[in-house]
Structures are given as C-alpha cells and as structure tokens.
C-alpha cells in the first residue's frame, strides 16, 4: 500500500474509532492537526504514535505551524514571531535577520519533530503588500528578494532539524484583499507581472530544493479562470514546466469558499488532482472525506505517492534532550527577546 492522495483531519485530541477506519482507508495519505487535537505534549506524542500506528506506510502528520497568529501547539512550545518581525529586522540588519529565520526555523521543527510531526506548512512565500488581511504578518516582506532569503533561511533551519518544508500560496496571494477562506479572491494582473515580482521567491525557492508547494485559491484571470490549486496551467504549465518544480503539491483546503468555484466536495477533489495536485485537503467536513473516498475508487498515481513518501521526517529529538540541548535555550531566548523591540510600518507598497 502507497500513501494515497486524501489529507484529512481529526475531531479531537484521540483517535475514533470511525476515524481509524477513514485513516486505513487506501486512498487516505496524511492527516493534518489543528488547536482541538491538542492538549498536551505527552498528548500529542500519543496521537501522533497512534496516527502513525494504523498502517505502513505511516501516514504523513502535518500542521499549520508558521509562528505568529498561525501556530497550533502553543503550551509547552516556543511561541514564534510571525514572519514580518524577520523582514522588520532585516531592514535593520540583514545578517541578524537570516540568523533568527534560521533559528526559528531550526527550533519550529525540532520541537514538532519531538512529537514525530513530520512536517509543517510553512513558509509563505507571499509578499506582504499590506492588501491581504488573511496573509497580513504572515509573509516576511514587500520585497520578493528579501522574502526569498528570509523562506530560505527558515528552510535551512527546518532541514537541519529533519523536516521538509511546504512554500505558500503559489503564485501569491498577497495582492489581494478577500480572504480565500470565506471568498473566491480575483488578481487581474497578467502573467507577466506575477512573474517579475510574486514569482521570484517561489522560483528561487524551487531552485534550492524546495519540497512541497501549496497553491492559492485565488483566481487569475489573464491567465486562466480557475483557481490556481485547480488549475493545469498554473500547476502543469507554469510550475512545473517553466518554473521546474519536482516536488510534491497540496491543495490548499477545499472545503474553503475559494475552492467553491469547482463544485461539490469529489468534484473539488477531482479538480484538484486532475490539475496537478500531488494531495487534497478536506478539512471540517467528514462528510465530504467520506464522499471523496467513495468516489476516487479507481484513482491511482505512483508518481505522487512517490513525490509524498519523500516528506516523512527524519530523525526524532526526544523532548527532554532538546529542551535541555544548548541550541533549544539560545534559540528560544533570541525569539523571544524579538517581543520587546519595537515593530516597524511594512504595510506600503512603494516601488523597490
């Protein structure tokens, strides 16, 4: 058995019984955690061991884990920066800047790894233009230069600590003002302009190694009338063929307003699939998982399940070793010393 292309999520900090069974499931490749699945480290370890017990091979566990608003596990983990404190710093001092990412980076890894996570979705590679409210301090910088260095240093961190890493939103949703999560978000510029700003961190990134890519449910219209995570010109066309990603690509959540545009929940992940993507999320809707399993009875992709096995972590700190590891202390002192200097305005938007 391979892992299949279905990411899906928990209602609670253990597993049901219902939900072993949907994990056991062929089709089913990862799970995805939230606040609700935690209580606790010791708690976390056990539904993390449990999750990778029902079957081999072991199901890939992700998280949204980027530091700021967006950071599941608070309580007995670090709290983290949002990305824009690096971006602040390094306007200031660049070299100060790409030692904190790094860190942060290094230290957001090795303690989800603690706990056997494999990886996090993270980082947004968007750029922080101050017109999107959902991405706002969650890209580094206006400057797509800038948030290139700054993703890349946070990679480097995660790599060392054993974790792949996932650049968000492809081709960038920085640009516009609704929310994906509740709206279909349109960007009216043309390739050409993405390509010569949005672009340039996801192409650098994708030139170092990058892992895994999740696309945006944003629609660009002068380049097709999709949204880009269902869309083979975006994915098919313009990641893989012009930009030469290899790795492997999520879906963002499809049960997201911004997803709606392909229609009922096997549907969106048909779209999705057939457009490029390597795995689907289907988040707070079990109804929907169970429609999708149902329907995806013939799906098969060796080629995916490949590109997705290579995001299993590696290595495995055991939690008292790293709290007490040298790095662990400076590091979490460094970040946490960023909460007493003062934050700088990035929300303009002149030219660079």
Not at 97 to 113: H, I, P, Q, V
Not at 311 to 340: D, F, V
Request: some cysteine; hydrophobic content about 45%.
């Amino acid at each position: 058995m391979s892992l299949g292309p279905i990411m899906l999520d928990l209602e609670g900090p253990r597993l049901l019984p219902e939900e072993r069974e949907l994990l056991s499931h062929p089709l089913t490749g990862g799970v995805i955690l939230f606040s609700r699945n935690y209580r606790t480290p010791e708690q976390l370890s056990a539904l993390v061991a449990d999750i990778h017990g029902v079957r081999e091979p072991q199901l890939l566990v992700a998280v949204d884990h980027e530091g700021g608003s967006v950071q599941r596990f608070r309580e007995g983990f670090t709290v983290l920066p949002a990305a824009r404190r690096f971006g602040e710093i390094h306007d200031r001092d660049p070299d100060r800047a790409w030692a904190l990412a790094e860190a942060c980076g290094w230290l957001m890894a090795a303690e989800l790894r603690a706990h056997d996570v494999d990886f996090s979705f993270a980082p947004v590679l968007d750029l922080g233009k101050g017109r999107s409210r959902v991405i706002g301090d969650r890209a580094f910088h206006r400057d797509p230069k800038t948030v290139a260095r700054l993703a890349g240093a946070v990679v480097r961190g995660m790599k060392r600590a054993g974790m792949a890493s996932v650049g968000k939103h492809f081709p960038g949703h920085g640009t516009v003002e609704a929310d994906s999560h509740v709206d279909i978000p349109i960007d009216s510029r043309t390739l050409e302009t993405i390509l010569s700003r949005d672009l340039i961190p996801f192409a650098r990134m994708i030139r170092s190694g990058l892992p895994a890519m999740m696309p945006a449910h944003v629609i660009y219209p002068k380049v097709d009338k999709r949204p880009a995570g269902f869309s083979p010109v975006w994915l098919r066309s313009v990641l893989r063929g012009q930009l030469g990603f290899q790795g492997a690509i999520f879906s963002d959540d499809i049960t997201m307003a911004g997803a709606a545009w392909a229609g009922d929940s096997i549907e969106r992940a048909k779209s999705a699939l057939n457009a490029g993507c390597d795995m689907v999320l289907v988040c707070n809707n079990r109804q929907g998982v169970q429609e999708i399993l149902a329907g995806l009875v013939e799906y098969h992709d060796p080629v995916s399940a490949l590109r997705l096995a290579r995001l299993h972590g590696h290595g495995k700190y055991h939690r008292a070793e790293l709290l007490a590891r040298a790095e662990h202390r400076q590091a979490a002192a460094l970040l946490c010393a960023l909460e007493s200097e003062p934050e700088l305005d990035l929300h303009d938007d002149r030219p660079i």
